[in-house]
């Protein structure tokens, strides 16, 4: 069984920052790519920020050189310092790892619950 727990989000105001974080926990025995989403109101869940196990990143267009990913290996947890936020930020943001639970077993995509983001104009 693996959860992943996701904190740190809130009401900031424009131009704020905040920082998320996304733990991963059970029985893990690798993770490759951990990334963040977000699901703005009405719209589709979107790509936001991802990073592979050696550390390479990749960020959506709307939020590069605001946000930055990165994790923790031996915390087997993920963040995002989100600066410079905007209302158009505004949004669920839901973390998500792929993770092989055993040597033996394939790779399989686990998703959070989701932290609300909201700021304010």
């Known amino acids: 069984q693996v959860q992943l727990v996701e904190s740190g989000g809130g009401l900031v105001q424009a131009g704020g920052s905040l920082r998320l974080s996304c733990a991963a926990s059970g029985t893990i025995f690798s993770i490759n790519a951990m990334g963040w989403y977000r699901q703005p109101p009405g719209k589709l869940r979107e790509l936001v920020a991802r990073?592979?196990?050696?550390?390479?990143?990749n960020y959506a267009d709307s939020v590069k050189g605001r946000f930055t990913i990165s994790r923790d290996n031996a915390k087997n947890t993920v963040y995002l310092q989100m600066n410079s936020l905007k209302p158009e930020d505004t949004a669920v943001y839901y973390c998500?790892?792929?993770?092989?639970?055993?040597?033996?077993?394939?790779?399989?995509?686990?998703w959070g619950q989701g932290t609300q983001v909201t700021v304010s104009s």
């Open positions: 998500n790892a792929v993770i092989q639970t055993h040597r033996s077993s394939v790779m399989f995509m686990y």
């Open positions: 990073i592979t196990s050696d550390g390479s990143t």
